[in-house]
């Protein structure tokens, strides 16, 4: 997707409040791609069997073990219990339709953390927002680390837009909260 410029334009403690708000951001969007973009650390056993079922062709990599060259789709996950817990923590990454599987995802995360990404072009197009739609897009990070609560709602333009990321921070109660930073 390569790099875009990322706001912080939201963040609270309330899961669902974070998500409401992302979603909202979303209808200032006109869809660019027929999937979203879905990442999340299983600490569980529990956590690893609830993110399968939902995204059985996710990706599913041992989190901190970077020298294994060991995945699974979701379907592949070790059956025994003791197995799975073995390759634990493990962080999944899945394209998927938006829609129900929005929902289901908030619901399956434990306190792992978590993102998800909706690609679009800003719509209505404003004259100070970029015309590009390179990294466009609405990001919901979830349980980071951060003092003023743990989930963060992020708007992406393809270049430095401070003005349009206010804009669209206003139209959700929101505001820019810190400086630009490089996206993901």
Known sequence: MGSSRAYPVFRTDDLAEAYRRARL???????LDPEMWLVAQAHTVEEARALAALLPTGLFEPSYDWDRDV?????????DDRELAAELPLTVDADVAPGPVEQAFVRALGSGAARMRWRGEW????PSWSQDPTNQRVELDINEDHPDG?????????CDDEAGAAHLAAAIGGSVLGPVRVGR
Do not use: N
């Open 71 to 79: 995945w699974f789709t979701g379907t592949e996950l070790p059956g």
């Open 150 to 158: 743990r989930h963060t709602v992020y708007v992406h333009f393809r």
């Open 123 to 126: 719509s209505p197009a404003i």
């Open 25 to 31: 951001l979303c209808a200032w969007m006109k869809p």
